[in-house]
């Protein structure tokens, strides 16, 4: 799958809020990840990657259609996980009145792949919270969106779920496609290949270790860390 190129994008909503133009080229395979405080600009990036919001100037280039998962919780729906999870290539029968049995097959395989498939037949809305992240997350899968943009991910989620999620992150990213995920489980963060960080001097792309020293978390956040983000380890 083909990579994400940006150029001079500035994304924001009307004249009320904008980011600094971005630059940026992210290519398939790699998982970026979007930190920052709350209120910072991650959603509205993300939902203007995804073509939710029109991006007041600049580019996107080479992104294909991608598909977006908004945070935990914010969907909710009747219908089975595996309904849910095969509606993801509706896209892709444009001429068909409803989903086909390759669709319904390639649903139940993205769930089983995920260790949810005991969950197929269950209502969604009836689900936990990190069950019903896996089962967007198989939506995903299905989708063969080249881009996958994820908010707050593994908001909301146990240790066991959270995981269970960042493992599928992984497995979307092993096969070819951009992931670009906003996150405060810096954890996470500190285990993608490249952190996108918005901070009070501007949009910055860096390595995990670069992007969440202390001294860099303190200006992001205003709180002090004595250990990695992602082991613990105290920091020099």
Wanted: hydrophobic content about 45%; proline content about 8%; aromatic content about 4%.
């Amino acid at each position: 799958m083909s990579g994400l190129r940006l150029e001079g994008l500035v994304a924001g909503r009307g004249k009320g809020f904008r980011l600094p133009p971005l630059d940026l080229t992210v290519e398939g395979g790699e998982v970026l990840a979007l930190i920052g405080p709350n209120g910072a600009g991650k959603t509205t990036l993300l939902k203007t990657l995804a073509g939710l919001l029109p991006p007041l100037s600049g580019a996107m280039v080479d992104t294909g259609t991608p598909a977006y998962l908004p945070p935990p919780g914010t969907v909710s729906a009747g219908f089975s996980a595996l309904h849910l999870t095969a509606l993801g290539r509706a896209r892709l029968r444009r001429w068909s009145p409803g989903l086909m049995p390759e669709d319904i097959d390639a649903a139940r395989g993205a769930l089983d792949r995920l260790d949810v498939g005991d969950l197929a037949d269950r209502p969604f809305d009836r689900l936990s919270s990190g069950q019903q992240q896996l089962v967007l997350v198989a939506r995903l899968f299905v989708q063969d969106a080249p881009v996958c943009l994820l908010d707050e991910p593994l908001a909301l989620l146990d240790p066991a779920h959270a995981q269970a999620v960042e493992a599928a992150i992984r497995a979307l990213a092993a096969e070819g496609r951009v992931v670009i995920a906003s996150t405060h489980h810096l954890p996470f963060a500190a285990r993608a290949d490249r952190v996108l960080a918005f901070g009070p001097d501007g949009l910055k792309v860096g390595t995990p270790g670069e992007s969440l020293t202390p001294d860099r978390i303190r200006a992001l956040f205003g709180v002090e860390v004595s250990g990695c983000p992602c082991c613990g380890q105290a920091l020099s």
